[in-house]
T-cell receptor
Framework: SQQGEEDPQALSIQEGENATMNCSYKTSINNLQWYRQNSGRGLVHLIL?????REKHSGRLRVTLDTSKKSSSLLITASRAADTASYFCATDLGNDMRFGAGTRLTVKP | DTGVSQDPRHKITKRGQNVTFRCDPISEHNRLYWYRQTLGQGPEFLTY????????KSRLLSDRFSAERPKGSFSTLEIQRTEQGDSAMYLC????????????FGSGTRLTVV
């Protein structure tokens, strides 16, 4: 069963704009991770945030985590056409991870 | 080591046939996971191994599905008596211990049951 839910399901922006995706989950977690998937390919790990962290940065990525609300957000700044992909949040329950249905991001050049 | 390898990339089979997929994880990774992904959805957990031990199986993994990881190296996922509902992308991932550096995914095996 899927644990997380991403919002929105789809997002279309212009190159250079920022993209924000949200994730809500249901149970307590050890950490939360974000992955990216290009069409028809495997998933690529982007960033991990531990349950005791509130914000984390990696290059153009910024992730926040609010464990009281069981939610996380992924911000991609200064988006590029190459950022076009599906983005998934994944909650680490200790032994394995559960993924949401993803946000499909389209960045128009 | 070039990452997680899955074979074959694509498999078309007739309903009722058996199929087997292979996954070669990153050599130093002791954990191996199988996920299934259908169009427009996120990956759904099927099972995982810690070395050669299969430690968890999802209810999605019916009796027709079996996975092995002999000697804690590569893994195979077999589906017996395939059904059209088995059509999906089957993804393998590996990690070191609890995966605090994230999971490394293979490119997947796309199964089409006709």
């Amino acid at each position: 069963s899927q644990q997380g839910e991403e919002d929105p399901q789809a997002l279309s922006i212009q190159e250079g704009e920022n993209a924000t995706m949200n994730c809500s989950y249901k149970t307590s977690i050890n950490n939360l991770q974000w992955y990216r998937q290009n069409s028809g390919r495997g998933l690529v790990h982007l960033i991990l945030i531990r349950s005791n962290e509130r914000e984390k940065h990696s290059g153009r990525l910024r992730v926040t985590l609010d464990t009281s609300k069981k939610s996380s957000s992924l911000l991609i700044t200064a988006s590029r056409a190459a950022d076009t992909a599906s983005y998934f949040c994944a909650t680490d329950l200790g032994n394995d991870m559960r993924f949401g249905a993803g946000t499909r991001l389209t960045v128009k050049p | 080591d070039t990452g997680v390898s899955q074979d074959p990339r694509h498999k078309i089979t007739k309903r009722g046939q058996n199929v087997t997929f292979r996954c070669d994880p990153i050599s130093e990774h002791n954990r191996l996971y199988w996920y299934r992904q259908t169009l427009g959805q996120g990956p759904e957990f099927l099972t995982y191994f810690q070395n050669e031990a299969q430690l968890e199986k999802s209810r999605l993994l019916s009796d027709r599905f079996s996975a092995e990881r002999p000697k804690g190296s590569f893994s195979t996922l077999e589906i017996q008596r395939t059904e059209q509902g088995d059509s999906a992308m089957y993804l393998c991932a590996s990690s070191l211990d609890e995966g605090l550096d994230g999971y490394t995914f293979g490119s997947g095996t796309r199964l089409t049951v006709v």
